[in-house]
């Protein structure tokens, strides 16, 4: 049986290993990078993955490619890959570089190679992630299916154009979660909470408030409303917060991040 072969041993391919094996995915996995870390045992040791012993390897045993290094480090890996003496290549290849077009990977990888740009999210470790694909449009009905499947071992699947990836990147991150929990749960502490009581209320405000809305079907307009009563307290908080600028706030770290992701598109 073929294999599902990382390239790269970082955060987000430990994250999709541990969702794959949470979800009973059953074929090989093979990991490829260039430094033998302490990383690669782990992921061999918890997960029961096969670690290859050298790029050639990982690419003649894969059905399936995954590219998972850093942005900077995506055409260095490519030209590395087109210049390996392997004696066969898989055709079908995907993409978690974040802002890295697909004209960059095909000039990367020339044919036969067909791509695919997916975005997962961290959050795929538990089985609860987000993936965005973008296919190119060499990719047959049958491979997008596999792809589609492959993903939603970890969470729910989304296709979008090309030309909405940056925009979706910048948005989807758990980061705003993890962000958003830190700077009210210390703005509740300035305000007399203790520490553990303020993470409690905060991740109640945000997580359960938003696990209410997805499973209540509710559109946001009515349990703003009902939420934030005229004339109460919350209605109250939202009020300042809006007059502050939080709009902008968001709107601006948005901007910034599609802009980092053009800026890696230039690499």
Known sequence: MKSTVFLGGGHITSAMVAGLRLAKYRRPIVVYDRKKSQKL?????QFHVDIARD??????????????????????????????????????????AAGVPLRNLHAGL??????VRAM???VCRIGRGLTALCFDGSVRKRERVRVRRFFS?????????????????ATFS????????ATL??????????RKTALIATAHALGDGVAYWRQ???????????????????????????????AQVVANGLKAGIAQARRNAKR
């Open 55 to 96: 790029l050639k390897s990982a690419i003649e045993q894969a059905e399936l490619v995954i590219i998972a290094v850093r942005p900077a480090s995506v055409a260095g890996l490519l030209a590395e890959i087109a210049s390996c003496a392997t004696s066969r290549r898989p055709e079908l290849w995907v993409s978690l």
């Open 153 to 169: 071992h970890v969470g729910q699947v989304v296709e979008i154009p090309e030309n909405q990836f940056d925009a979706f990147t």
């Open 41 to 45: 045992r782990v992921l061999r040791r």
């Open 216 to 246: 209540s079907g509710q559109s946001l307009d009515d349990l703003l409303h009902e939420a934030a009563t005229p004339g109460g307290i919350a209605a109250a908080t939202m009020a300042a917060m809006d007059k502050s600028g939080y």
């Open 110 to 115: 020339g044919p036969p190679a067909r791509w």
């Open 120 to 122: 997962p999210s961290p």
């Open 174 to 181: 758990s980061s705003h979660g993890y962000h958003a929990l």
């Open 185 to 194: 749960a210390q703005a509740a502490q300035r305000a007399g909470l203790y």
